[in-house]
T-cell receptor
Framework: DAGITQSPRYKITETGRQVTLMCHQT?????MFWYRQDLGHGLRLIYY???????DKGEVPDGYVVSRSKTENFPLTLESATRSQTSVYFC?????????????FGSGTQLSVL | AQKVTQAQTEISVVEKEDVTLDCVYE???????LFWYKQPPSGELVFLIR??????QNEISGRYSWNFQKSTSSFNFTITASQVVDSAVYFC??????????????FGPGTRLSVLP
């Protein structure tokens, strides 16, 4: 039961570089989410997706791009990384995106932008 | 707009003490769901409990208990006889249906609990 797999676990990059964080789930959940975790802010939603080819902005989408060509994959791309994007990134999923459903999380990617 | 407040940034207790983590939420919806997640030092987020807005019964699970009070918009979490393994960051969250589609899952800032031996 693999669940949600995020890669890489740790990433160091430089300002201005493009970085892609990967997320793969094995449950065939319809909904997938990207959150960033910062001290004092908890988890804030970057983007979410209801199904393949359906994505929408969350609370803090600027500087990020997502795609979802397959149900199981939901990569997050930082087109030109900035220091303010140093954070821990979590991918999550839920079965049908209903309000009563819990989110299942990956292990996170710790990203440092130098 | 939906909002979750966890006023306690950090709490330290000595093992075997009881500790309560506070959570206050704001919403205009009558149907919503409240959650608690635990984030141990390893970093993953572990689901602890879900409560719907129509069920104000308190819940107990072993050393954990939750007190949901709609009158004060609070969903507090108590650990009885705390243990070192309870050391973690605890997040309270609120989930509602979005206007267009999907769920809107909003997290509080988290409370870091340190249980000292």
């Amino acid at each position: 039961d693999a669940g949600i797999t995020q890669s890489p676990r740790y990433k160091i990059t430089e300002t201005g570089r493009q970085v892609t964080l990967m997320c793969h789930q094995t449950w065939s959940h319809s909904y997938m989410f990207w959150y960033r975790q910062d001290l004092g802010h908890g988890l804030r939603l970057i983007y979410y997706s209801a199904a393949a080819d359906i994505t929408d902005k969350g609370e803090v989408p600027d500087g990020y791009v997502v795609s979802r060509s397959k149900t199981e994959n939901f990569p997050l791309t930082l087109e030109s990384a900035t220091r303010s994007q140093t954070s821990v990134y979590f991918c999550a999923s839920s079965d049908r995106g209903r309000a009563n459903e819990k989110l299942f999380f990956g292990s996170g990617t710790q990203l440092s932008v130098l | 707009a939906q909002k979750v407040t966890q006023a306690q940034t950090e709490i330290s207790v000595v093992e075997k003490e009881d500790v309560t983590l506070d959570c206050v939420y704001e919403t205009r919806d009558t149907t919503y769901y409240l959650f608690w997640y635990k984030q141990p030092p390893s970093g993953e987020l572990v689901f602890l409990i879900r409560r719907n807005s129509f069920d104000e019964q308190n819940e107990i699970s072993g050393r954990y208990s939750w007190n949901f009070q709609k009158s004060t918009s609070s969903f507090n979490f108590t650990i009885t006889a705390s243990q070192v393994v309870d050391s973690a960051v605890y997040f309270c969250a609120l989930s509602e249906a979005r206007d267009n589609y999907g769920q809107n899952f909003v997290f509080g800032p988290g409370t870091r609990l340190s249980v000292l031996p």
